[in-house]
């Protein structure tokens, strides 16, 4: 799946996001593409997936999602989100965003504390523009993110095609957080820890270590285990 959003962010040196979607066509040529006008562009294949991690699309009152994985407490959320017994992840998905947006000051932590499984989704609000990515809280679905040249921001479960865009803005998600728009890069796991971005040496390939601060422990690899992985710092 790949996800690109317009923006004015600094660019990278690498390519354009036209290119970037170009790149995902030729790889994947039995692909879904939607275009939100200007705003975003989302696309999926069904073409080499896993089977526990099947990628799904819907679009619902121009809220557009696209899922990989799978939720294992599925029944108990649809039933929680008042849904049918034949909805899936990806329709959960949008109706628990649609629950987020419109109860607000519900937190999104909580929403997606709620979910156990391995997934990864990208939903687009058109109406407010709003971005919202997560990841499971171990990160067994791959998922990636960078800048392209022309400063549009990216998500994808290939790690090589969105390199040959975003070069060294190329970083890994970090398992158990999510990104807004609202509100950048945040620790659903850990909500009330900062999230900080330690950038890259130039021989590194990705754009910062990214570590989930936690009072009282001393902040190295050894003692942060898996909260210490790699995001890029640029967002």
Known sequence: MLAVFSGDRSPTPKASSSKLVDAFAQRFP??????????????????????????????????????????????????????A?????????????????????YPTNRMLGHLDGSFAFVVFDKATSRVLVASDQDGKVPLYMGITADGCLAFCDDAEILRSACGKSLATFPPGCFFSTSSGLT?????????????????????????????????????????????????
């Not at 975003?40 to 069904?46: F, G, R």
């Not at 679009?59 to 108990?76: A, H, Q, R, Y």
């Not at 034949?86 to 109860?103: G, H």
């Open 85 to 105: 017994k034949n909805a899936n992840e990806v329709v959960l998905m949008i109706e628990a965003y649609k629950a987020l947006r419109d109860r607000a000051p």
């Open 30 to 83: 039995s692909l879904v593409s939607t275009n939100v006008g200007s705003l975003a562009t989302i696309l999926y294949s069904h073409d080499a997936q896993n089977s526990s991690r099947q990628r799904s699309f819907a679009v619902k009152d121009d809220i557009f999602c696209v899922f990989e994985g799978t939720l294992e407490n599925l029944g108990s959320m649809k039933q929680y989100y008042g849904l």
């Open 187 to 235: 620790s659903y796991e850990h909500p009330k820890n900062k999230v900080t971005a330690i950038p890259a040496t130039e021989e590194e390939m990705w754009g910062a270590t990214f570590k989930i601060e936690r009072p009282h422990v001393k902040a190295t690899d050894v003692d942060l285990g898996r909260d210490c992985i790699r995001i890029m710092g640029t967002i």
